[in-house]
């Protein structure tokens, strides 16, 4: 197992920028998830990590010692990808010995064998070894993955989006199983993905890629209370939280929409700010400072999620199930202003995390 | 799909069979001659109409492999009588057989012919479709600068007819020594279908996700294990498809072969119509050297149809 370190990396495709900058370290036995959308740099950064691409600046450190010179062999890193993971034409067994059959390993024929049938029946795969990989679906398929992966015992596990190709429930299923997997063993992960939910239920660690940035690094709870900026506060949670334009005007939260809230935080009055408050953190109630006019409900079982107008304002809250509300019906909304975030306006900049 | 089939469609379908039927009984009919010439008494070889009913002989076939002259007198019985079965055919045909000093009958051109056949267009198919393969890997999964002019210029080879540089060539093979020479010709048609080699592989090798190969690098391998393990296999269709591509154009070509060759290197294509030109010819056994001539490509296309197929329609039909 491994620490990783990423000091100042930068990646460019001709003039393109991929990557600007990126400093980031993964501690042993950490699972850090990179989160981002799509064309961020995640699977430039893996790849950078993995050796198959070499950064047009920075270092990668494994363990203290700069790998920048070694070739993808040598970094003893395994590799799981969203799709053509496996060697097709191979059997299942025979992709999970390939890597132990590498000259660089030298592990011998009883050992392998060993390894092989034992990490089968840790993913529960023992019953397809023999079977081909163009005869399994894909859920078969990344577990399969995932095996060539931990046969190796590599130094750390890079996965790019390796459940994002499955639905919904053989995800949750595989989310669950990966995690623990990775506490059983006690590996280093870093683990690529755009989805948000499962960078917040699997990541000790999440860092935040936008355009080639890491814009935040921080634990799941971390991120989700306390977003450093904008971009960050819309990627993270379900529904996002909510971004309403104002400012404070005698201590008093004025939104651009026709509405004021309390307000705790310290801000100058009349500066134009962002103010950002989890759906969670908002309630109804009758005797509340503002008004809207309900939008759309939905359902979840446990919680509803309502949706409020309130002039042109767009607000998203959670109310408890029981709550009966009507379409078009007028509420009245407040929000706990303990949990209110504040971002300058222009940059989307949180103010709490300071200049 | 179970189609339910309507009467015009059923009838439409019979039309659409007698129509193939019938091209390819057109396509087929010369085959059929030459097939049926080889095996023809020598006698019944130009009938008008053409004989098709006869007794199939083997001595066309038997006459091509041995160098004979006319007889000026007829073999005495004694003498008919202890030749071995095949002298006795040539005899019947009213020829001998030419043997050495020692007795031992003389093979024609002909084995020789083919047998340079064979090798100058296997060899030059490995070379070609070897050094075809690695240039388009190479093209295919690393920055080349200028990839898209050195693929050009590799493709422009292809674009002067042979004849435009059949002559220099023999210029230059002369100086080298190269002429009529197995070399010299296996250089001449490797260069010759390299250009196609490369361009054929290039869109094969960049149909194979190069992320099989990254995980080959990452899971321990070189890059050369992991060419060969993972995709030269995944590779094969195409490479097959190529090598049948350049076997064909190799083991047809007559153009240079006929300049450049004389004996020693001479290939089949220029020796067989040599044959007709001396004396009155023997139809059956011309035949019989173009039957025997169109088997190695018959034979290499078949034991690779399944590759075939799915090659030549260069990655539409997938699996
Ligand atoms: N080989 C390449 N050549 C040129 N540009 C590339 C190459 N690989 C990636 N890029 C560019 O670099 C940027 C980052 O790509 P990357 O694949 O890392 O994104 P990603 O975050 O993994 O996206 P996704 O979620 O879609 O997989 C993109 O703008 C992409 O177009
Ligand atoms: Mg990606």
């Known amino acids: ?355 | 799909m179970a189609a339910v089939r309507t009467r015009s469609e059923v009838a439409l379908n019979r039309v659409a069979i007698a129509a193939v039927l019938i091209v390819t009984i057109i396509f087929l009919a010369p085959i059929y001659w030459i097939t049926a010439t080889a095996f023809k008494p020598r006698h019944l070889a130009t009938t008008v109409p053409p004989t098709v009913m006869f007794e199939p002989e083997i001595s066309p076939f038997v006459k091509l492999f041995l160098r004979r002259s006319q007889l000026r007198e007829q073999p005495t019985p004694e003498e008919y009588a202890a030749a071995p079965w095949w002298e006795r055919l040539v005899f019947d045909g009213g020829e001998k057989v030419v043997r050495d000093g020692r007795g031992n009958a003389q093979l024609s051109g002909y084995p020789s012919r083919f047998a340079n056949s064979l090798i100058v267009a296997v060899v030059s198919t490995v070379m070609a479709v070897g050094m075809g393969t690695l240039t388009a890997y190479g093209f295919s999964r690393f920055k080349v600068a200028g990839e898209q002019d050195w693929l050009f210029f590799i493709l422009s080879t292809r674009m002067l007819p042979p004849v435009v540089v059949a002559i220099p060539m023999f210029l230059m093979y002369r100086w080298f020594g190269l002429n009529d020479t197995h070399v010299g010709l296996i250089i001449l048609y490797t260069a010759f279908n390299l250009s196609f080699s490369v361009w054929l592989m290039k869109g094969f090798i960049d149909e194979i996700p190069r992320e099989y190969e990254e995980a080959a690098l990452v899971d321990g391998y070189t890059r050369m294990e992991a060419f060969f393990k993972i995709v030269l296999p995944e590779a094969a269709t195409g490479i097959a498809a190529t090598a049948v591509f350049c076997f064909i154009i190799a083991w047809n070509e007559y153009a240079f072969a006929l300049i450049m060759t004389r004996r020693t290197a001479q290939t089949a294509p220029p020796f067989i119509p040599s044959q007709v030109g001396s004396g009155l010819p023997d139809w059956t056994v011309i035949a019989a050297g173009t039957f025997l001539f169109l088997l190695p490509v018959a034979i290499f296309t078949f034991l690779l149809r399944n590759h075939l197929l799915r090659g030549m329609s260069f990655g539409a039909i997938r699996k």
């Open chain 1, 1 to 355: 197992m491994a620490h990783i370190e990423l000091r100042n990396i930068s990646k460019s495709f001709g003039s393109k920028p991929a990557l600007r900058g990126l400093d980031l370290e993964i501690e042993d036995g950490q699972f850090f998830v990179l989160l981002g959308e799509t064309g961020a740099g995640k699977t430039t950064t893996l790849r950078i990590v993995a050796g198959l691409e070499k950064p047009t600046e920075g270092d990668v450190l494994i363990d203290g010692e700069n790998v920048n010179e070694w070739g993808a062999a040598e970094r003893d890193v395994a590799l799981v990808l969203q799709q053509y993971s496996l060697y097709p034409r191979y059997t299942v067994r025979e992709n999970l010995e390939f890597p132990l059959k590498s000259k660089i390993r030298r592990v011998d024929a009883a050992d392998i064998e060993e390894r092989v049938n034992r990490v089968a029946k840790t993913l529960q795969i023992s019953h397809l070894l023999d079977r081909k990989t163009d005869r399994l679906s894909g859920g078969e398929m990344q577990r399969v993955s995932i095996g060539r992966a931990i046969v190796r015992q590599p130094r750390v596990f890079l996965m790019d989006e390796p459940l994002s190709a499955l639905d919904a429930k053989l995800r949750e299923a595989l989310r669950t199983e990966l995690k623990n997997l990775q506490m059983n063993l006690g590996a280093t992960f870093l683990f690529v993905t755009h989805d948000q939910v499962e960078a917040m239920s699997m990541g000790d660690k999440i860092g935040v890629l936008d355009k080639g940035k890491l814009v935040q690094v921080g634990t799941p709870s971390e991120i989700y209370a306390n977003p450093c900026n904008t971009f960050v506060a819309r990627s993270v949670g379900s529904p996002p939280m909510n971004l309403l334009n104002g400012s404070v005007s005698k201590g008093n939260a004025v939104a651009d929409a026709g509405f004021a809230l309390p307000f705790a935080g310290k801000a100058s009055d009349g500066q134009p700010v962002t103010f950002g408050i989890r759906p969670e953190d908002m309630f109804l109630d009758p005797g509340a400072p503002a008004e809207g006019a309900v939008h759309d409900i939905e359902n979840h079982g446990v919680a509803k999620i309502v949706t409020l107008r309130a002039g042109d304002a767009v607000i998203r809250l959670t109310t408890s199930a029981r709550d009966k509300l009507a379409i078009d019906e007028t509420v009245r909304f407040s929000w706990n202003p303990e949990k209110v975030v504040l971002f300058d306006k222009s940059s989307g900049l949180s103010l709490r995390h300071g200049p």
